[in-house]
Structure formats: structure tokens, C-alpha cells
């Protein structure tokens, strides 16, 4: 699966600075004045899972595969984005093309480097971004209402279902709240994504903080915690600049940085799991001695579905899956010694996959 999670907030909040230590790299400029990304910068990151290298160390796989989540560093929007502030209509465009975003709120201070606002406000930071981002749906959907009515009006049964989605839309939006708050059934799903709505994206909120908040965060970061709870989405506390200094260090000089600093894991590890986990994911695994490798599926997806994320026609042809729980896989030290007790399971096109399970298929 392709996952992109959008990087937003205003300039000098930190958003390049975690960008660069998400893909370890300096490729966006981390820079202390208002656009210094001009164009959207993306990064593909591994998904931290050690549960795949115990895999590959039992089955003694050449080459360790992990899943993949990718973040776009979107330039710093600002007050007016939504009307073209700051490029902004530039870079909402490119939030559409993403599957969730992750709102950074600065909750540090440091006189050397600039506030657009001139203050340190994180929960008026995400208000500005929020609002920008209804304000844009807003517009989008006022500009389309009036020729889908038409058709509608006209017997189009498709025209019918978007009005009705557009308008569900419409009322949280002109009362100030984003477009998620709209509960979906499952059967209007794809046609509400092909309303492309900015704020009905997951969202996560990351409390960017000074480095001596790393481990508990501050009074700041509580408060956007409590936002967060409120808006009953997901926040994560992390430490921009100390992971921007880890992602240059080997794992020895990680471990030993992290243990000075009184922390047990990079903060980038929780941000990429808690982004894992708002998009309702899980990970399968198949392993041999060639490679051992994590798949992304949703939560809830069938064996077919799972294959058909290796190739659509292991999903079509799918006859059944070769099935071992991973703690079995690993309690009895490989594929071969779980067969022999039992433990491996020949399942059909009916069958949950679980988070963790390893996996073989066979298909026609």
C-alpha cells in the first residue's frame, strides 16, 4: 500500500527539521525564515518493526524488507492560506494527494528563531491551519454545489449521493469544525474521498518540544494533548532537534545518545507508529531465506486482500493461505518446527488476517 502523510504548519514550527530526521537526509531546507520549502519535499520512511528482524534472524532471510509510510514536507502555511497567503493554494493542493496529516504545533521556546504570529500559542497554531483548511473546503464545495444540484435535480442517482455527501459536509464546516467529525457509512466511503476534502483527512497532532521535553513533554505539549482528546484524534510528543541529531548516528551512537538523554526509542519512532495506527493499519509478514518482509493492510482485510498487496493476481487467484501466528513462529524457532506441531493453518477467502501473522499464499 502507498501511504502519504502530509507534514503541515506554520513556518519555524520545526516541520522541516522532523522532516529531515524522518528521511535522514538534508533534503529539506531547515531553515529559520517563513517558505523556505517551496516545493514539497516527500520521503519514504520505514516503519519500525522489530518483529521482522527476529524473523530474519530465525529464518535466516539475506535481505530484511520493511513496510514503508511516506511524509510530504509541506511548506509553512500561514494566516490566508486558504485565499493564497504565503502560495498557500499551491501547497493545500498538494495535502489532497495524501492519506492523513500530521499537524506540527510548536511547544518550545527559543528567542533565536522567529514566530510568523510573533508568539508561542501551539493550540492557536492549530487553529490558524485548521481554520485554513475548512476555509479551502468550504470554497471547494460551494464552488461544485450548485452544477451537482442541477444534476441531481435532473435524476442523477450518482448527482444525488454527492449532494447529500456534500451537504453532510457542509454543515459541520460552516459551524467552524472540520469535515471528519462526519460519520460515514461504509457503502458512501469512496464516493466521500472523491469529495477530496482536506479536513475530513486523519489527523495527528505532533507537540514539537525543547529537547530537556523529550521524554515527558511540557505545559505546552499538554495542552495540545487535550486539544487532541478533544478533537478525538491522536497527539505524540517529540523532540524535532534530537532526532534531527540521531538520525546522522549509527545504532551504537543511537543507543548511546538515547540513554544519556533518558529516553528509551527516537520520538520518530512513535510519531511513525502513531500515523500507522490513525490510518487503522497492521502488518503481515512473509519470510523465507531470501528475504524477510513486512506488508501494510488495513485492519479487517481478508487473506485475498493481503495477497493481493504482493500482486492483484495473487487476489484473484487466490485458493487459500498458509497461516502461523508470529509468537508460534517464534516460540518454536521457525516454519518448519510450527508445521510439525500444528500450528500452521491452511486458511480461506473468508479468513481476518492478524497483525503479526506469517504468511505464505497459493493461488491459481
Not at 33 to 38: E, K, L, S
Not at 84 to 102: M, P, S
Not at 250 to 263: H, I
Request: with cysteine; glycine share 6%; hydrophobic share 45%.
Amino acid at each position: 500500500m502507498a501511504l502519504k502523510v502530509a507534514i503541515v504548519g506554520l513556518p519555524n514550527v520545526g516541520k522541516s527539521t522532523l522532516f529531515n530526521a524522518l528521511t535522514k537526509t538534508a533534503a529539506a531546507q531547515a531553515a529559520n525564515y517563513p517558505f523556505c520549502t517551496i516545493e514539497p519535499n516527500t520521503g519514504d520512511v520505514a516503519v519500525p518493526e522489530p518483529r521482522l528482524d527476529v524473523l530474519a534472524t530465525i529464518a535466516g532471510s539475506k535481505e530484511i524488507i520493511p513496510a514503508r509510510i511516506t511524509f510530504v514536507d509541506i511548506a509553512g502555511l500561514v494566516r490566508g492560506a486558504s485565499k493564497g497567503e504565503g502560495l498557500g493554494n499551491q501547497f493545500l493542493a498538494n495535502i489532497r494527494d495524501c492519506d492523513a496529516v500530521a499537524f506540527v504545533a510548536r511547544c518550545f521556546v527559543d528567542d533565536d528563531i522567529t514566530h510568523v504570529e510573533n508568539r508561542i500559542d501551539p493550540i492557536s497554531d492549530l487553529e490558524i491551519i485548521e481554520t485554513e483548511l475548512m476555509l479551502a473546503d468550504l470554497e471547494s464545495l460551494e464552488k461544485r454545489v450548485v452544477n451537482v444540484e442541477k444534476r441531481a435535480k435532473g435524476g442523477d442517482k450518482e448527482a444525488q449521493t454527492t449532494l447529500r455527501l456534500i451537504n453532510m459536509a457542509l454543515t459541520p464546516l460552516r459551524a467552524g469544525k472540520p469535515a471528519r467529525v462526519v460519520e460515514v457509512d461504509k457503502e458512501d466511503q469512496k464516493a466521500w474521498h472523491m469529495l477530496q476534502l482536506l479536513t475530513s483527512l486523519p489527523a495527528l497532532y505532533v507537540a514539537n518540544v525543547d529537547e530537556a521535553s523529550a521524554d515527558k513533554g511540557n505545559e505546552l505539549s499538554n495542552l495540545v494533548a487535550q486539544r487532541a482528546a478533544a478533537d478525538n484524534a491522536k497527539a505524540v510528543v517529540i523532540s524535532a532537534k534530537i532526532d534531527s541529531e540521531l538520525a546522522v548516528l549509527d545504532a551504537e551512537e543511537q543507543a548511546e545518545f538515547l540513554e544519556s538523554m533518558g529516553l528509551e526509542e527516537p520520538g520518530l519512532n512513535r510519531l511513525i507508529r502513531e500515523a500507522y495506527a490513525l490510518l487503522g493499519l497492521q502488518t503481515y509478514f512473509t519470510v523465507g531465506p531470501k528475504e524477510a518482509r513486512a506488508w501494510t493492510i488495513p485492519i479487517g482485510a481478508t487473506g485475498p486482500q493481503a495477497a493481493g498487496v504482493i500482486h492483484t493476481d495473487f487476489e484473484k487467484g487466490f485458493i487459500r493461505a498458509e497461516t502461523i501466528a508470529y509468537a508460534d513462529f517464534v516460540a518454536l524457532k521457525g516454519e518448519q518446527a510450527a508445521k510439525e506441531a500444528g500450528k500452521m493453518r491452511a486458511e480461506g477467502k473468508n479468513y481476518v488476517v492478524k497483525d503479526g501473522d506469517v504468511m505464505h499464499f497459493l493461488f491459481s
